[in-house]
């Protein structure tokens, strides 16, 4: 694998997160493949748990690893052909992502949008100028519209917990106080449309996902009947599609508690962190017996470590 940027980089999704749970089993039965490779995790914004789990997914693979937070250690970078770089940019992506490529053999990238210009954060203008200049293989560590190690830690989550061959999957939008990106539901959307699950997404009117994300989804505004039956919820918060990035007041009784689980399936409850407690999930779900959202985040390991692993291998 040259390139883990969303679910179309993936042959077989299952084959990929039954990998994962192998790894989980026995995470050190490839120590000997990253011996002497080196993997560079750049960030443009904040991390906690891609930021660890990747480097000890890496270090679980016998990897050496750099991490550097370019927003606040790295220099302003220019991304425009052509600018005249007089003012704020000190250094151009196209010289910064080719000595990241002199260093390193695999590069993670971390960059969010900016949730003001939708055709631009929908082009993956950073993230794929570093894949164009660094000339080693790169593995998305949340892009603008995508952030596939999370979703495939999601799958194996549910791989792993499921009671049933065909679970029902319930996207729910979630409150929040700030605009956030679509990236999570985006990937998680796109991954469980290809999942063997049945799949539903609830949100608000107005917080449509892209289409091109959420084909043969169940789409409704109700979330009660969303959650009738459901076996696993996954709750996050998102801004709007269209019009882009904006976020409305109001929707506080969208926020998930005990009393709406009761007409699920005794759902478990996801959540990819982090999360703003008793306004995007309740104290009483986060402390309860049905929430997972820890050992998903511990997942995450398993997740970047079998890609990682594929990576190593087609170096
Ligand atoms: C990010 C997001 O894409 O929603 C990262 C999730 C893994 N979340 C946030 O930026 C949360 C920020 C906040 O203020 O709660």
């Not at 000339?135 to 989550?157: F, K, M």
Request: hydrophobic fraction near 40%; charge should be negative; charged fraction near 25%.
């Amino acid at each position: 694998m040259k390139l883990f940027s969303s679910v179309h980089d993936v042959n077989d999704i299952n084959a990929l997160a039954k990998e994962a749970l192998e790894l989980k089993r026995n995470p050190y039965s490839y120590q000997h493949l990253g011996k002497n490779k080196t993997i560079a995790l750049i960030f443009l914004n904040p991390s906690l748990r891609t930021r660890m789990s990747t480097q000890k997914a890496a270090m679980n693979l016998g990897m050496n690893v750099m991490v550097l937070n370019m927003d606040k250690e790295g220099w302003a970078l220019e991304l425009q052909d052509g600018a005249v770089m007089n003012g704020a940019t000190v250094e151009h992506i196209r010289e910064a992502a080719a000595v990241m490529g002199e260093y390193a053999d695999i590069i993670g990238v971390r960059s969010f949008p900016g949730l003001k210009d939708r055709e631009l954060d929908y082009s993956e203008d950073i993230f794929n100028k570093f894949v164009k200049y660094c000339g080693v293989p790169v593995v998305s560590l949340e892009s603008a519209t995508r952030h596939p190690l999370q979703s495939l830690a999601d799958l194996v989550t549910i791989e792993e917990l499921k009671t049933k061959a065909r679970p029902n999957v319930v996207l729910t939008w979630a409150p929040h106080v700030k605009a956030l990106p679509q990236a999570v539901p985006n990937s998680f959307a796109e991954w469980m449309c290809k999942a063997d699950v049945d799949f539903t997404i609830a949100q608000p009117e107005g917080y449509e996902l892209s289409n091109g994300f959420t084909k043969g989804a169940h789409i409704t505004h109700n979330q009660e009947e969303a959650l009738k039956d459901a076996d696993f919820i996954y709750v996050k918060n998102w801004s709007a599609y269209e019009p882009y990035g904006k976020v409305t007041v109001g929707h506080e009784d969208w926020m998930l508690t005990n009393e709406k689980l009761k007409i699920t399936d005794n759902a478990k409850v996801m959540h990819c962190l982090p999360v703003r407690r008793n306004v995007e999930l309740s104290d009483e779900i986060l402390d309860g017996s049905n929430s997972v959202v820890v050992h998903e985040a511990g997942n995450r390991v398993w997740a970047a470590q079998a890609v990682l692993k594929r990576m190593l291998e087609s170096l």
